[in-house]
């Protein structure tokens, strides 16, 4: 999970990884900056890309970040 809209309709900086054993979420640290609208994308090597996306103007920058395993 990446970033998204808060209640309010400002979008988050927050990211989270689903574990299904304990059925449960468990927040990471946060992106840079707050998006929402974007992509992400998991790559072979478990590193996801972040791209994209909107936080009061259109964004055209990348996060990249490695999950836990």
């Given amino acids: ?4 809209l808060r209640d ?11 574990d299904p054993q304990y059925n449960q979420w468990f927040l990471l640290d ?3 900056g707050p998006r929402t609208s974007h992509a992400a994308t998991r790559l072979g090597t478990g590193v996801v890309l972040v ?3 909107y936080s009061g ?5 990348v996060v ?5 395993q």
């Fill in 64 to 68: 990249r970040f490695t999950p836990p």
């Fill in 8 to 18: 309010d309709s400002t979008p988050e900086t927050s990211t989270g990884v689903y």
């Fill in 30 to 32: 946060d992106m840079p």
């Fill in 1 to 4: 999970m990446t970033g998204g």
């Fill in 57 to 61: 103007q259109s964004l055209s920058s």
């Fill in 51 to 53: 791209t994209g996306g």
